[in-house]
Protein backbone atom coordinates (compact mmCIF):
# COMPACT_ATOMS: atom_id res chain seq x y z
CA UNK A 1 0.00 0.00 0.00
CA UNK A 2 1.50 3.56 -0.57
CA UNK A 3 1.60 6.57 1.42
CA UNK A 4 -0.52 7.95 -0.08
CA UNK A 5 -3.39 5.34 0.07
CA UNK A 6 -2.62 4.55 3.71
CA UNK A 7 -3.52 8.56 4.11
CA UNK A 8 -7.29 7.94 2.36
CA UNK A 9 -9.99 8.58 5.51
CA UNK A 10 -6.80 8.61 8.24
CA UNK A 11 -6.45 10.95 10.79
CA UNK A 12 -2.68 11.74 11.58
CA UNK A 13 -1.28 10.19 14.90
CA UNK A 14 -0.09 12.89 17.32
CA UNK A 15 3.28 12.78 18.61
CA UNK A 16 2.24 11.05 22.07
CA UNK A 17 1.18 8.15 20.23
CA UNK A 18 4.22 8.09 17.55
CA UNK A 19 6.66 8.16 20.98
CA UNK A 20 5.06 4.85 22.09
CA UNK A 21 5.12 3.07 18.72
CA UNK A 22 9.07 4.49 18.89
CA UNK A 23 9.83 3.19 22.10
CA UNK A 24 8.08 -0.25 21.46
CA UNK A 25 10.47 -0.53 18.76
CA UNK A 26 13.40 0.45 20.36
CA UNK A 27 12.46 0.04 24.05
CA UNK A 28 13.99 3.10 26.23
CA UNK A 29 14.75 -0.27 28.57
CA UNK A 30 17.81 -0.90 26.64
CA UNK A 31 19.64 2.39 27.38
CA UNK A 32 22.95 2.30 28.94
CA UNK A 33 22.31 3.71 32.73
CA UNK A 34 24.17 7.09 31.83
CA UNK A 35 21.91 7.65 28.56
CA UNK A 36 18.68 9.27 29.10
CA UNK A 37 17.02 9.12 25.33
CA UNK A 38 13.80 9.52 24.56
CA UNK A 39 11.13 12.74 23.55
CA UNK A 40 13.37 15.91 23.78
CA UNK A 41 11.28 18.42 22.61
CA UNK A 42 7.99 18.53 21.44
CA UNK A 43 4.23 18.62 22.47
CA UNK A 44 2.60 15.61 22.48
CA UNK A 45 -0.20 16.71 21.06
CA UNK A 46 1.00 17.94 17.86
CA UNK A 47 0.01 15.81 14.70
CA UNK A 48 2.89 14.06 12.49
CA UNK A 49 2.54 12.98 9.04
CA UNK A 50 6.56 13.63 7.79
CA UNK A 51 9.33 12.44 10.13
CA UNK A 52 13.02 13.16 8.84
CA UNK A 53 15.65 10.68 10.43
CA UNK A 54 19.49 11.73 11.31
CA UNK A 55 22.54 10.78 12.95
CA UNK A 56 23.45 14.10 14.83
CA UNK A 57 20.80 16.68 16.13
CA UNK A 58 23.23 19.60 14.09
CA UNK A 59 21.89 23.32 13.57
CA UNK A 60 21.54 22.13 9.54
CA UNK A 61 19.65 18.84 10.06
CA UNK A 62 17.04 20.85 12.21
CA UNK A 63 16.93 23.22 9.34
CA UNK A 64 16.65 20.82 6.56
CA UNK A 65 13.70 18.82 8.69
CA UNK A 66 11.96 22.36 9.16
CA UNK A 67 12.18 23.08 5.50
CA UNK A 68 10.84 19.56 4.59
CA UNK A 69 8.18 20.43 6.54
CA UNK A 70 8.63 17.81 8.82
CA UNK A 71 6.64 17.07 12.44
CA UNK A 72 9.40 14.95 14.16
CA UNK A 73 13.33 14.28 13.85
CA UNK A 74 14.30 11.56 14.90
CA UNK A 75 17.87 11.36 15.54
CA UNK A 76 20.27 8.92 17.33
CA UNK A 77 22.44 10.88 18.81
CA UNK A 78 21.08 12.60 22.21
CA UNK A 79 21.00 16.84 22.09
CA UNK A 80 21.89 16.36 25.86
CA UNK A 81 24.62 14.06 27.34
CA UNK A 82 24.72 16.12 30.64
CA UNK A 83 21.93 17.84 32.66
CA UNK A 84 21.15 21.23 31.24
CA UNK A 85 19.76 24.22 33.40
CA UNK A 86 19.20 26.76 30.57
CA UNK A 87 17.87 26.36 26.98
CA UNK A 88 17.98 30.03 26.34
CA UNK A 89 19.18 30.42 22.90
CA UNK A 90 22.89 31.46 24.31
CA UNK A 91 24.47 28.68 23.27
CA UNK A 92 23.22 25.71 20.15
CA UNK A 93 21.68 23.35 22.04
CA UNK A 94 19.60 25.98 23.33
CA UNK A 95 18.86 27.63 20.12
CA UNK A 96 17.84 24.27 18.59
CA UNK A 97 15.29 23.73 21.01
CA UNK A 98 13.58 27.13 20.32
CA UNK A 99 13.91 26.49 16.68
CA UNK A 100 12.00 23.33 16.57
CA UNK A 101 9.38 24.82 18.67
CA UNK A 102 8.72 27.69 16.49
CA UNK A 103 8.84 25.29 13.61
CA UNK A 104 6.24 22.53 16.01
CA UNK A 105 8.78 19.32 15.21
CA UNK A 106 9.53 17.40 17.76
CA UNK A 107 12.44 15.40 18.57
CA UNK A 108 13.05 12.27 19.63
CA UNK A 109 16.42 10.18 20.16
CA UNK A 110 17.40 6.69 20.20
CA UNK A 111 20.65 6.22 21.22
CA UNK A 112 21.45 3.09 22.75
CA UNK A 113 18.17 1.84 23.57
CA UNK A 114 18.38 1.53 19.67
CA UNK A 115 21.89 0.27 19.69
CA UNK A 116 20.53 -2.69 21.23
CA UNK A 117 17.22 -3.45 19.86
CA UNK A 118 16.14 -5.45 17.13
CA UNK A 119 16.40 -4.29 14.17
CA UNK A 120 18.66 -1.73 15.63
CA UNK A 121 21.72 -0.27 14.82
CA UNK A 122 24.06 -3.29 15.82
CA UNK A 123 21.81 -5.41 13.74
CA UNK A 124 21.52 -3.07 10.83
CA UNK A 125 25.51 -2.66 10.07
CA UNK A 126 25.92 -6.59 10.83
CA UNK A 127 23.29 -7.18 8.29
CA UNK A 128 24.62 -5.06 5.48
CA UNK A 129 28.28 -6.10 6.45
CA UNK A 130 27.09 -9.96 5.39
CA UNK A 131 27.13 -11.22 8.36
CA UNK A 132 25.07 -14.70 9.29
CA UNK A 133 24.00 -16.17 12.04
CA UNK A 134 24.23 -13.20 14.55
CA UNK A 135 24.00 -13.06 18.43
CA UNK A 136 24.62 -9.97 20.61
CA UNK A 137 27.98 -9.47 21.78
CA UNK A 138 27.25 -8.25 24.75
CA UNK A 139 23.24 -10.16 25.18
CA UNK A 140 20.40 -8.47 27.42
CA UNK A 141 16.84 -9.85 28.08
CA UNK A 142 13.87 -8.70 25.96
CA UNK A 143 11.77 -5.84 27.06
CA UNK A 144 8.27 -6.62 27.96
CA UNK A 145 7.67 -2.74 26.31
CA UNK A 146 9.06 -4.26 23.21
CA UNK A 147 7.02 -4.96 20.05
CA UNK A 148 8.60 -7.72 19.12
CA UNK A 149 8.36 -9.28 22.94
CA UNK A 150 7.67 -13.16 23.04
CA UNK A 151 9.25 -13.98 19.40
CA UNK A 152 12.30 -15.05 19.32
CA UNK A 153 14.50 -11.98 19.33
CA UNK A 154 17.82 -11.35 20.62
CA UNK A 155 18.67 -8.11 22.02
CA UNK A 156 21.55 -6.14 23.10
CA UNK A 157 25.13 -4.68 22.51
CA UNK A 158 26.90 -5.27 19.23
CA UNK A 159 26.31 -8.44 16.99
CA UNK A 160 28.58 -11.56 16.73
CA UNK A 161 28.44 -13.28 13.35
CA UNK A 162 29.85 -15.60 10.54
CA UNK A 163 30.55 -14.74 7.18
CA UNK A 164 28.91 -16.65 4.13
CA UNK A 165 32.23 -17.48 3.30
CA UNK A 166 36.15 -16.66 4.73
CA UNK A 167 37.36 -13.29 2.80
CA UNK A 168 41.11 -11.57 3.39
CA UNK A 169 40.82 -8.47 5.99
CA UNK A 170 41.19 -6.18 2.84
CA UNK A 171 38.79 -7.56 1.10
CA UNK A 172 36.67 -7.57 4.14
CA UNK A 173 37.52 -4.01 4.65
CA UNK A 174 36.85 -2.50 1.59
CA UNK A 175 33.21 -4.15 1.57
CA UNK A 176 33.02 -2.06 4.93
CA UNK A 177 34.10 0.69 2.81
CA UNK A 178 32.20 0.91 -0.07
CA UNK A 179 29.04 -0.10 2.78
CA UNK A 180 29.57 2.88 4.40
CA UNK A 181 28.21 6.29 3.76
CA UNK A 182 31.21 7.96 2.53
CA UNK A 183 33.46 10.42 4.57
CA UNK A 184 36.81 12.53 4.75
CA UNK A 185 37.95 9.98 7.46
CA UNK A 186 37.81 6.80 5.41
CA UNK A 187 38.52 3.49 7.76
CA UNK A 188 41.47 2.23 9.17
CA UNK A 189 42.64 -1.59 9.57
CA UNK A 190 45.24 -3.14 11.91
CA UNK A 191 45.81 -6.74 10.86
CA UNK A 192 48.03 -8.26 8.06
CA UNK A 193 46.19 -7.99 4.92
CA UNK A 194 45.92 -11.51 3.72
CA UNK A 195 44.81 -13.03 6.95
CA UNK A 196 41.70 -15.09 6.28
CA UNK A 197 38.62 -13.97 8.41
CA UNK A 198 35.37 -15.67 9.42
CA UNK A 199 33.96 -14.77 12.80
CA UNK A 200 33.09 -10.84 12.76
CA UNK A 201 32.11 -8.71 15.99
CA UNK A 202 30.53 -5.55 15.03
CA UNK A 203 29.52 -2.48 17.31
CA UNK A 204 28.72 1.08 15.87
CA UNK A 205 29.74 3.61 17.85
CA UNK A 206 32.60 3.66 20.57
CA UNK A 207 33.59 0.47 21.09
CA UNK A 208 37.52 0.44 22.67
CA UNK A 209 35.74 -0.55 26.18
CA UNK A 210 34.40 -4.22 24.74
CA UNK A 211 37.77 -5.46 23.26
CA UNK A 212 37.34 -8.03 25.80
CA UNK A 213 33.92 -9.45 25.18
CA UNK A 214 35.07 -9.84 21.46
CA UNK A 215 38.38 -11.96 22.63
CA UNK A 216 35.95 -14.08 24.49
CA UNK A 217 33.61 -14.74 21.69
CA UNK A 218 36.59 -15.51 19.65
CA UNK A 219 36.19 -13.10 17.02
CA UNK A 220 38.79 -13.18 14.35
CA UNK A 221 38.13 -9.19 13.34
CA UNK A 222 36.50 -6.14 15.11
CA UNK A 223 34.42 -3.69 13.05
CA UNK A 224 33.59 -0.10 15.33
CA UNK A 225 34.43 3.22 15.85
CA UNK A 226 36.47 5.78 18.21
CA UNK A 227 39.29 3.27 18.50
CA UNK A 228 42.16 5.45 20.75
CA UNK A 229 45.42 5.12 20.54
CA UNK A 230 46.16 3.27 23.72
CA UNK A 231 43.25 0.74 23.69
CA UNK A 232 43.86 -0.13 20.18
CA UNK A 233 47.58 -0.57 20.74
CA UNK A 234 47.26 -2.46 23.92
CA UNK A 235 44.65 -4.63 21.96
CA UNK A 236 46.11 -6.02 19.11
CA UNK A 237 49.75 -6.15 21.03
CA UNK A 238 47.61 -8.86 23.21
CA UNK A 239 46.23 -10.67 19.96
CA UNK A 240 49.81 -10.51 18.79
CA UNK A 241 51.19 -12.15 21.85
CA UNK A 242 48.71 -14.69 21.94
CA UNK A 243 49.41 -15.89 18.88
CA UNK A 244 52.62 -15.89 19.07
CA UNK A 245 53.98 -12.87 16.85
CA UNK A 246 55.69 -9.83 17.73
CA UNK A 247 54.49 -6.42 16.47
CA UNK A 248 57.12 -6.50 13.39
CA UNK A 249 54.92 -8.17 11.06
CA UNK A 250 54.65 -7.16 7.49
CA UNK A 251 51.42 -6.66 5.41
CA UNK A 252 51.30 -9.60 4.29
CA UNK A 253 51.90 -11.17 7.96
CA UNK A 254 53.22 -15.13 8.46
CA UNK A 255 50.41 -17.34 6.43
CA UNK A 256 49.88 -20.16 9.32
CA UNK A 257 49.30 -17.95 12.56
CA UNK A 258 47.25 -14.24 12.78
CA UNK A 259 46.54 -12.00 15.52
CA UNK A 260 43.14 -11.92 17.03
CA UNK A 261 40.80 -10.44 16.81
CA UNK A 262 41.88 -7.69 13.98
CA UNK A 263 40.46 -4.12 13.90
CA UNK A 264 38.81 -2.44 11.61
CA UNK A 265 37.93 1.46 12.87
CA UNK A 266 35.09 3.24 10.93
CA UNK A 267 33.90 6.56 11.24
CA UNK A 268 31.26 6.61 14.11
CA UNK A 269 28.53 8.82 12.33
CA UNK A 270 28.60 6.78 8.75
CA UNK A 271 28.49 3.27 10.51
CA UNK A 272 25.47 4.44 13.22
CA UNK A 273 23.45 5.90 10.08
CA UNK A 274 23.36 2.72 8.63
CA UNK A 275 20.39 2.10 11.28
CA UNK A 276 17.91 3.64 9.01
CA UNK A 277 18.29 1.44 6.05
CA UNK A 278 15.55 -0.80 8.89
CA UNK A 279 13.99 2.57 10.56
CA UNK A 280 13.18 3.80 7.46
CA UNK A 281 10.92 0.55 7.10
CA UNK A 282 10.22 -0.36 10.25
CA UNK A 283 8.52 2.98 12.13
CA UNK A 284 6.12 4.00 9.18
CA UNK A 285 4.91 0.38 9.51
CA UNK A 286 4.48 0.18 12.78
CA UNK A 287 2.74 3.30 13.24
CA UNK A 288 0.32 2.75 10.80
CA UNK A 289 -0.57 -1.03 12.41
CA UNK A 290 -0.97 1.38 15.66
CA UNK A 291 -2.77 3.96 14.26
CA UNK A 292 -3.86 2.98 10.13
CA UNK A 293 -1.78 6.48 9.10
CA UNK A 294 1.54 6.22 7.45
CA UNK A 295 3.39 8.84 8.17
CA UNK A 296 6.02 9.96 5.48
CA UNK A 297 9.61 9.02 6.58
CA UNK A 298 13.11 10.17 4.81
CA UNK A 299 16.80 10.32 5.74
CA UNK A 300 18.04 13.67 5.94
CA UNK A 301 20.65 14.34 3.46
CA UNK A 302 23.48 15.83 5.89
CA UNK A 303 26.59 13.84 5.94
CA UNK A 304 27.18 14.74 9.63
CA UNK A 305 31.12 13.51 10.22
CA UNK A 306 32.79 16.53 11.56
CA UNK A 307 35.86 15.88 9.51
CA UNK A 308 36.48 18.00 6.47
CA UNK A 309 39.60 17.31 5.41
CA UNK A 310 42.64 14.82 6.28
CA UNK A 311 46.01 15.52 4.69
CA UNK A 312 48.44 12.11 4.44
Known amino acids: MSTDESRKGAVAPVLGQVVKVLEALYPLDYAEDWDHPGLVV ?14 DPRPDVVE ?21 HEVSG ?28 YRGVAQA ?3 LFGLQETR ?25 GRLSEPLSLVDLARRVADILP ?20 VLPGSGDSEFEAVRTA ?13 PATDAFQEALYAAGLSDSIGADGPKEHHPRPMLIN ?11 RYALEDIPAAVHEATGFTPDIRESSMQTDPWTLVLR
Open 90 to 117: MGFRGAIVNRLISGRCGLWVGHTNADAA
Open 266 to 276: TPHSAIEGLWF
Open 42 to 55: GDPSWPVRRIVCAV
Open 182 to 201: KTQMGIQVAGPESAMVSTVA
Open 218 to 230: GADVYITSDLRHH
Open 136 to 160: PLVPAGTSDHDLHAGEDIQVGLGRL
Open 64 to 84: EAIALEADLLITHHPLFFRSV
Open 125 to 127: AAD
